[in-house]
């Protein structure tokens, strides 16, 4: 293993007034590949430039396995790095784009070359070794700029939205070869994306920030089904969200009136949030379209909301449907149905929907918080 761990302490970085990274605190354990994400303007590529040392923090500690990094220049901070715009040498080949940094080191001046090869191996580009990168893909143009990046054995490698110039299904693909690439060396990756697809495929964890915040930390399956705010619900993934008022909590179980005095359940399994909730407390109700059910109109359970179909999309393994709900308002929600079922149903007619109330998050309205 190549990766040392990574420590990001109380980070912050103003530009005259505007505060744009506010006291980030991110740790990368060895080996271990960490994606922050993030809309645009959230801070994260700011982060990144601090790590890399193209910016200097206006506050905090940047650490590599407890060594002081934040003063050093980007030089001497041995940190491997790979933009979106792959920035090869487009008059070196492949082989001698890979090695350019093995021969500004002392450590692999003798060796460069072998060592070229065996990262020309571990990206599977031997037989295109003696290529320019303009006779290569994107894909391929991308491997080369990941080699080069590990060649040295970095502490830490750097990644900025490296797949955005791709299309779709190379995207895909390079997702999984990056990652085979980083579990094979060990190395510890900091990955700076836009796209929940991205991160929530490759990663150990995703910090995602908002504001110039971390607002998250945790696992892909963490931040999924426990968001612990609003914003990080609506963010990953998608969610329908439904306004109420807590009825009573009691037993981790919490009940919710909907608008229009329908009553639904779910549980609360934190401590601390059952002793912050009241009765009377508003509440938004947040629901993923494939925890709920659909049934035809009269299902007699409890937490059935009415509603109308109102259009139903293919998208392959699961129709989407569109159901505007017979309460105050009359909001739309989003229903996945595994393809197969979708017979059942048809356009404007009128059904019950049941949500999961194991898998339902909520979130005080005053503060935006998971209950």
Known sequence: MIGEALNLDGLVKSYGDTIAVDGVDIRALPGEFVSVLGPSGSGKTSVLTMIAGFERPSAGRITISGRDITNLAPNKRNIGMVFQKYALFPHLTVRQNIAFPLKLRS???????QRADEMLELVQMGH???RLPSELSGGQQQRVAVARALAFEPPVMLMDEPLGALDKKLR???QFEIKRIQKQVGATVLYVTHDQEEALTMSDRVAIMHA???VQIGTPAALYHAPSNRFVADFIGKMNFLDGKILSVEHEKVLIRLSGDVVVRTTVSSQVALTATREGDRICFAMRPERLALKSRGSQTLGAI??????CVFTGSF???LVRLELPRSPVVEVQVVTGREAEFSVGQSVDLLPDPEAASCFLEDERRAV
């Open 172 to 174: 895909e693909a390079m």
């Open 107 to 113: 450590k692999w001046k003798s060796g460069w070359k």
């Open 128 to 130: 295109l070794a003696d």
């Open 319 to 321: 129709h989407v449907f």
């Open 306 to 311: 009415p509603g109308v179909i109102e259009s």
């Open 212 to 214: 110039g915040r971390v």
